[in-house]
Nanobody
Framework: QIQLVESGGGLVQTGGSLRLSCAAS????????MGWFRQAPGKEREFVAS????????HYVDSVKGRFTISRDNAKNTVYLQMNSLKPEDTAVYYC???????????????????WGQGTQVTVSS
């Protein structure tokens, strides 16, 4: 069992920045890949970024490459998503996710997720 609690969402203007945090508790955080997904109104949940359990492999959806950076601090059991140059199309509820299985390298589909956070709203105004 694991609990994931996101924070850091909010309202920002186009071109602005936000940093999302996801604090994990309940199992060995460092053994699992972590990821961020997002869901806009009327759309399916989509993959945004993931980081391997070792922290040395990251993966991004094309639309955020060069703008978003995922990182993790295993000492703090926390994963981050730094979002720069935000666009209105980035508006969504952002969900933190933990891999279903340990030692995963990429976490890119909902079927690979073991646990979800409750989500945090990100709104980018034009």
């Amino acid at each position: 069992q694991i609990q994931l609690v996101e924070s850091g969402g909010g309202l920002v203007q186009t071109g602005g920045s936000l940093r999302l945090s996801c604090a994990a508790s309940g199992r060995t955080f460092s053994s699992y890949a972590m990821g961020w997904f997002r869901q806009a109104p009327g759309k399916e949940r989509e993959f945004v970024a993931s980081i391997s359990w070792t922290g040395d492999t990251t993966h991004y959806v094309d639309s955020v490459k060069g703008r978003f950076t995922i990182s993790r601090d295993n000492a703090k059991n926390t994963v981050y998503l730094q979002m720069n140059s935000l666009k209105p199309e980035d508006t969504a509820v952002y969900y933190c996710a933990s891999a279903l299985r340990p030692a995963t390298i990429i976490l890119a589909t909902p079927s690979e997720v073991g646990y979800w956070g409750q989500g945090t709203q990100v709104t980018v105004s034009s």
